[in-house]
């Protein structure tokens, strides 16, 4: 089958279309003949051997994708073959055109939901629900702060956050993505990249400041993002895209009696995957009724992965990065 392999940590170009044997599945795992795959950051961090749970070059890289289950291991409900699903993968494994993973990484989907729409659905929506409301839900009214607001995480977080009929303020890199987002009816948009944070939504929110801010950026931005909490207010560390350690500051949070947690999918999946199913549920009857869509900015071939990643490295791209194998 063909497959993307990292040989060794690096750049793009360290990724290489290899040949390599159908894998089979074992006890309790299914075997899912892929359709599409997400493009995410932590992708390109393992890529580059820094991501915290995904095990370093050589692997085949890539945590999220769609297909069907053509096999299944002892233990698995055969009933299962013939299956549409979306698949996480903190494993790795993804950019391929098979992959096995316990069979309770593969999450059914309705019948009215295409593959390209499931590998841009699985992980970022399932992040951006625990990011929202994994330690305490949203109330109406609240005000939420996303940054990196015009990336696949950063829409899914939108949609969910406008969804809880929230206020949302959005915060993107550049004016062509300000605009983006504002075209698409997001009230407010801030370009962190010419204007502070921290004053920016404090002017936006007449000094009050925001309840939730879900990071995902890291450095200096996660700094001016903490500085922007209201009283009581919390901020999510659900990624560090810009390289850099997102690094809690104790004095700021308790000036405010506000707090700062962390996410990693990787860990609910391992330690609940019931709570996995149920929000897996309620996303897709919102999905059904036509209240989250996931948006796809760019596809490419499989074989084309390296000029995948060189885009979403860029910080030029917008929505979600799709690979059709």
Same mark, same amino acid.
């Given at each position: ?63 999220? =994708?769609?297909? /069907?289950?053509? =096999?299944?291991? !002892?233990?698995?409900?055969? !009933? ?17 055109? $098979? ?6 990484? =593969? ?7 295409? &593959?390209?729409?499931?590998?841009? &659905? ?23 702060? %996303? ?22 303020? $959005? ?10 987002? $504002? ?17 920016? /939504? ?64 990787? %860990? ?29 900015? +760019?596809?490419?071939?499989? +074989? ?11 910080? !030029? ?9």
């Amino acid at each position: 089958m063909k497959s993307v392999l990292a040989r060794r940590a690096g750049g793009p170009d360290v990724l290489e279309l290899v040949d390599l044997p159908i894998p089979e599945p074992g006890p309790g795992e299914v075997r899912v003949s892929v359709r599409a795959i997400g493009v995410n950051y932590a992708d390109v961090m393992g890529r580059k051997a820094i991501h915290r749970s995904i095990r370093p070059p050589p692997i085949v890289i890539g945590c999220e =994708a769609s297909g /069907v289950i053509d =096999a299944c291991g !002892a233990g698995v409900d055969p !009933a299962r073959l013939q299956e549409r699903v979306g698949v996480y993968s903190p494993f790795g494994g993804a950019y391929a055109e $098979a992959l096995t993973v316990p069979q309770q990484y =593969a999450l059914p989907l309705p019948a009215n939901m295409p &593959f390209e729409d499931a590998a841009a &659905f699985t992980h970022v929506f399932l992040t951006a629900h625990e990011a929202l409301h994994g330690v305490t839900p949203l109330r109406n009214g609240s005000i939420v702060l %996303v940054t990196a607001a015009a990336g696949g995480l950063g829409g899914a977080l939108i949609q969910l956050a406008q969804a809880a009929q929230t206020q949302v303020i $959005a915060a993107v890199g550049s004016e062509a993505k300000r605009r983006l987002l $504002a075209a698409r009816g997001v009230a407010s948009v801030i370009n962190y990249a010419e204007n502070n944070l921290t004053a920016a /939504v404090l002017a936006a929110t007449d000094g009050r400041g925001v309840d939730l801010a879900v990071e995902t950026v890291g450095g200096e931005l996660f700094q001016q993002a903490q500085g922007a909490l209201a009283p009581l207010g919390r901020i999510v560390i659900a990624g560090m895209a810009g390289g850099k350690d997102a690094l809690p500051d104790v004095a700021t949070l308790l000036d405010r009696s506000a707090s700062c947690t962390t996410l990693n999918l990787s %860990v609910i999946f391992a330690h609940r995957p019931d709570h996995i199913r149920s929000v897996w549920s309620s996303l897709i009857r919102l999905y059904t009724a036509g209240k989250l869509q996931p948006r796809i900015g +760019q596809r490419f071939k499989l +074989q084309d992965a390296a000029a995948a990643h060189r885009l979403l490295e860029s910080r !030029a791209s917008t929505d979600k990065i799709l690979l059709l194998s």
